[in-house]
């Protein structure tokens, strides 16, 4: 793990605290590693340490990061499940120490339209997206939030965005459905990127795959981020998701240095939704079938992950298990408590709740 050497302490009082808690640590679970004894808890990664606790109505946070960014990120999402899980009064902390004067990191709000749809396998469809000014999503983060209209068609207007980049729309009735894609390609020149939806489920509720099974050249959505946190170099890459993350993990091997190693393993339904990737020459992947089990039920990726060798010195392996959460979760455990592998070497994700 890098030098935690900054840090930050909050506080907030408001009715309902212990129950806050436990939503914090059932969703944070899903995502990071994290240790609960009682009512104290800490979750983890690479660059980021927050313990936080309850008593009677106060919650209290102690925040470690390597950074200002790193600070500022964390206690932006502390401060944004906190709203979420305990509404507004929960929301007002209260903090102290370090890096309180840091920027926030860059996100932008873009109206993007819908120029291409293609099928790239017979359950992923590809979106192209047409919008301005899109160099801002061209790094610091491969992920998205997507802003998808209530209804079929309609558009997503203009949010007001806080400072503490929190978007709040004038009109209640316009808030958008919200759901986390990743930009599988950008071109920044030409004012387009593309984002691959797996078509999964069979009716049109789901915001996302029904927004994609739906979409025609000219429909309307808009875009949040970009999201996410950068790889740590390392000398062999471990990568095993679903579809989900295949986009992720395509890009990532695209990218790659020619000499890197990879070893890559991914879920699909069937042999037909298997894609050819561009990877470098040292990289292997293997595809794992889950027909005729369904997406919630299958167990093929993770068995699959769990027989990979994966040992060696840990500064020199970094591992992506990306898919269901429930299966992130037990992989997460794997990783720390089977193998040892510090939390620096490895994320294993929720991408998507059974
Ligand atoms: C960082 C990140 C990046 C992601 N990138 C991509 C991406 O590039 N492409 C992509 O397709 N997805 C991606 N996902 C996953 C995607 O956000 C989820 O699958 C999301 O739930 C889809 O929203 P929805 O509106 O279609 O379905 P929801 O409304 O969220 O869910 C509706 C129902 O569908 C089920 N469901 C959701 N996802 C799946 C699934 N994968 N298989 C089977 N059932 C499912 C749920 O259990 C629920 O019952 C990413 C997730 C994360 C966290």
Redesign the pocket.
Known sequence: MSDLALSATGRVTFPGAGDVFEKMCAHLEEHIDLRRDGSTARAETADVRIDFSWRRETFEIVARAADDASMVAVREMVVSHLREFGGEAAGKVDWTGAALTAAAPKRSYRRLTVTGVADITPH?RRLTLAGDDLAVFARGGV?LRLLLPHTPGADVGEPVITDADRMIWPQEAEQP?V????I?RIDVAAGTLA????L??EDD??????FARRARAGDRLAVYGP??RDVPPARRYVLAG???????IARMLEEMPAEARAEVLLECDGPDDELVLAAPGNATIRWVHRRPA???ASAALEAAFRALPIAGPAEDIYVIF?A?AAAARRVRGYLRADLGLPVARYMS??????
């Open positions: 992923m992920h459905q759901r986390v894609y990743t599988r984002i691959d939806f797996l999964h489920g509720h789901c915001p996302g795959a029904g999201v996410g679903d579809e989900t993350a295949l986009p992720m369904p997406a919630p990306a269901e994700a929720g991408f998507w709740d059974a």
